[in-house]
């Protein structure tokens, strides 16, 4: 109630309401475990003056609520009908926990570093706690390494006694507390168990405009060499939600480069890589923020941070 009256105060049903410049210093009102405007009735947009819709909630991809501080700015139009004036603004904002990561790697590991380098520059809202590999002398496990992350090898075999089995891994990355899980060129099929664990948190870059060129089998060069042969006109890579089989989860971003008339499996491979790297660092950075929501007919979309009303 008290917090009612402070809205009510400042963003009165009135045209004589005060507005409040975004410039200014707005106040902040916290609410634990706060994840839907529609919990706090007082919040709905009809009350504070201003249009249906104008003040936008985020949504969580995560279970778990973590505890939240929104933000109000207030309009001082009182019409249902008209539009925030310029340089005021209706708007919730939610500060979220810093994420950890898990990377998967089988090779090189070029977008687990340029995952990890964003992380250190601060583009990313989370960091790398571990990195989870089938190759323990691979590019990327040596790079972890260096850089201080911890190195799991998985899964156990004959050439790597020391892996983990499925269910010592889902233990070990939640004693890690790791919130999300990224394959970037990891060539083994993820267990059940692991995806049952982090059930929508687990993501894959594919070099091709799935679901074209994916499957078992296609990896690597074989995928460039494929899309040529084929006499597609455009390639490029997408990421996915992480399911039972190879590349079938549902689609998260992709990013379209041309496939030239003389291209070479290698330099469409690079032309795509390059946009790999910008590609999974945007939507890990999207991951972090928490602006992964989903289309009630089940399509993952991802939220503008310019714009909470536009999605991509």
């Keep these: 109630m008290e917090a009612q009256q402070i809205i009510s105060r400042f963003c009165p049903k009135s045209s004589l309401a005060p507005s409040i410049p975004m410039v200014k210093q707005p106040f902040s009102l916290n609410f634990p475990h706060l994840h839907s405007l529609s919990s706090y009735p007082f919040l709905q947009s009809q009350n504070l003056g201003v249009p249906t819709g104008a003040l936008h909630a985020i949504s969580f991809v995560n279970k778990e609520v973590y505890p939240s501080s929104w933000r109000i700015w207030c309009s001082k139009s009182s019409s ?27 090779g090189g590991g070029s977008n687990f570093r340029s995952i990890h380098e964003a992380s250190k520059r601060g583009s990313l ?27 799991i090898l998985f ?19 939640r004693k890690f507390e790791v919130d999300f899980v990224l394959l970037a060129g990891y060539l083994k099929l993820i267990p059940v168990e692991l995806i049952r664990a982090y059930e929508r948190s687990i993501y894959n870059i594919h070099p ?25 006109r455009f390639s490029g890579p997408t990421i996915h939600f992480v399911d039972e089989h190879y590349d079938t989860g549902r689609i998260l971003a992709q990013r379209v480069v041309p496939v030239l008339a003389n291209d070479t499996a290698e330099e469409l491979a690079a032309r795509v890589l390059n946009e790999e790297h910008q590609l999974y660092v945007e939507v890990v950075e999207a991951l972090c923020e928490e602006r992964v929501v989903w289309r009630e007919d089940g399509v993952p979309l991802i939220q503008s941070k310019e714009n909470p009303n536009e999605f991509w």
């Design 125 to 151: 809202h989370g960091d790398v706690t571990v990195l989870v590999t089938n190759k323990r002398d691979c590019g990327g496990a040596q790079y972890a390494r260096n850089n201080g992350i911890p190195v």
């Design 208 to 232: 091709s405009l799935l679901p074209a060129f994916g499957g078992k089998g296609y990896y690597g060069m074989k995928v460039h060499k494929a899309v040529i042969a084929s006499g597609a």
């Design 155 to 173: 899964p156990k075999a004959k050439d790597e006694p020391e892996g983990l089995s499925p269910s010592d891994l889902v233990d070990t990355l």
């Design 80 to 106: 249902s009908t008209a539009e925030p004036e310029e340089g005021h603004e209706v708007r919730a904002q939610v500060t979220v926990r810093r994420k950890k990561l898990a990377v998967f790697v089988s």
